[in-house]
């Protein structure tokens, strides 16, 4: 690829253009496998490397400066970064698992306790949400009711009906990890 | 000696430049030492220097689900929500429904829908898809680019991931080659989509 070539999908990259992305993989994956493959010497890991590796040039594409490398070498540098986060995330599991640090295997009657435990705090939760987020999740959950049906029920246009019951969702989601 | 299955990576990476200086060194002895990485060397630069393939996705399948849906918008969430004055958990959830075609109303002109967003209070705002090689007006305010890119009136470009605290004031933008674009919009007071 020339450096014009090259530029023109550094540029598509940066404006959000997903087939530019496409193209970037498979012109260079192959070579980031075999760079990546020789530090971590697990295929893979090394796999899973190069596909972390174009999800974060999508999302740092409006930081990459073409004058400066070029963006081959921009590629190689993210894998080998996370390639070395990768060797260190092995190195301490591997210390963890030296000195018998692992969790012991739940027990059945825990595992019910906690699934109880889990819908009541659910429930909890629920019952903080505005309202207007709430009824539309009540009606989804205990009507059984879809997006559409939901926007009928209420007199609401769907698409808000969609946005109120994901942004619903993601704090139910927000304030159980918390919890946890 | 390097070890075989090293070669390419090494090698790809001594023409990149990627390497550190003893790395480097090493590798150009074993190229003066051996034909064979000699030749090595030149196959991985044809691989490097081959022109942009067509079929772009190939192999490309986990990557390319990723990008489907809101979690390519990931990383612009914060300033969404800053710009929106919501939480993050809010504009999350707004960019997961802007594939969504139910959410888009016809805009102001032909290529251009709109989306109407519940902002934090007293703020009106808006998201408009413009297609590429369409114009339009957009209102003076704040606007946070999500996909694509523009150029306004006065040749000034913005892209993914750009904020343009003067839209509205350099006349009609045009949507450029690529992806729709996508503006979220903070209206200034008085101002309607």
């Known amino acids: 690829m020339t450096p014009e070539q090259a530029r023109v999908l550094s540029d598509a990259l940066a404006k959000g253009d997903r087939a530019a992305l496409g193209a970037l993989y498979t012109a260079y994956a192959s070579t980031l496998l075999s760079v990546v493959l020789r530090l971590v ?10 596909q972390e590796t174009f999800i974060e040039a999508w ?16 590629l190689v540098t993210i894998a080998k970064s996370r390639a070395i986060d990768k060797l260190r995330g092995r190195a301490v599991a591997e210390r963890a698992v030296a000195n018998e640090v692992e969790a012991p ?56 009906v969609k946005t109120r019951t994901r942004t619903a969702l993601m704090t139910l989601k927000d304030v159980l990890r918390e919890h946890a | 000696m390097l070890v075989s299955s090293d070669l390419d990576g090494l090698l790809a990476e001594y023409l990149l430049g990627t390497l550190e200086a ?16 000699r030749e090595r060397l030149e196959s991985v630069r044809a ?41 993050e958990t809010a504009g999350r959830a707004l960019v997961d429904t802007l594939d969504d075609d139910d959410v888009w109303e016809d805009g102001p002109a032909d290529g251009v829908e709109v989306m109407q967003v519940d902002a934090g209070p007293g ?13 339009v007006r957009l209102p003076r305010g704040r606007v946070l680019v999500l996909e694509g890119s523009y150029r306004d009136g006065q040749n ?36 309607r989509p």
């Open chain 1, 41 to 50: 010497r697990n295929r893979a890991e090394a796999e899973e490397i190069v």
């Open chain 2, 22 to 37: 003893d790395e480097a060194a090493e590798v150009a002895k074993e190229l003066e030492r051996s034909s064979e990485a």
């Open chain 2, 47 to 87: 691989r490097l220097e081959a022109p942009p393939p067509t079929d772009g996705w190939s192999g490309f399948n986990a990557v390319a689900a990723w990008l489907e849906g809101g979690r390519r918008f990931e990383h612009l969430v914060p300033r969404l929500a800053a710009l929106f004055e919501v939480s």
């Open chain 2, 123 to 135: 703020r009106v705002a808006v998201v408009y898809r413009v297609q590429p090689g369409s114009s």
């Open chain 1, 105 to 160: 295997a739940p027990r059945q009657p825990d595992e019910v306790v906690e699934a109880v435990r889990s819908r009541t705090a659910v429930r909890r939760v629920l019952a903080t949400l505005p309202v207007e987020q709430r009824s539309l999740l009540e009606l989804a959950w205990d009507e059984g009711l879809s997006h559409t049906e939901i926007a009928a029920r209420t007199g609401l246009p769907l698409g808000t």
């Open chain 2, 156 to 191: 000034v470009e913005v892209w993914r991931g750009q904020l343009d605290e003067r839209p509205g004031e350099r006349g009609m933008v045009l949507a450029l080659e690529g992806p729709p674009c996508l503006c979220a919009c903070v209206l200034a007071p008085g101002e």
């Open chain 1, 59 to 74: 999302r740092r594409a409006e930081q990459y400066q073409p004058e400066r490398a070029n963006v081959a070498a921009w």
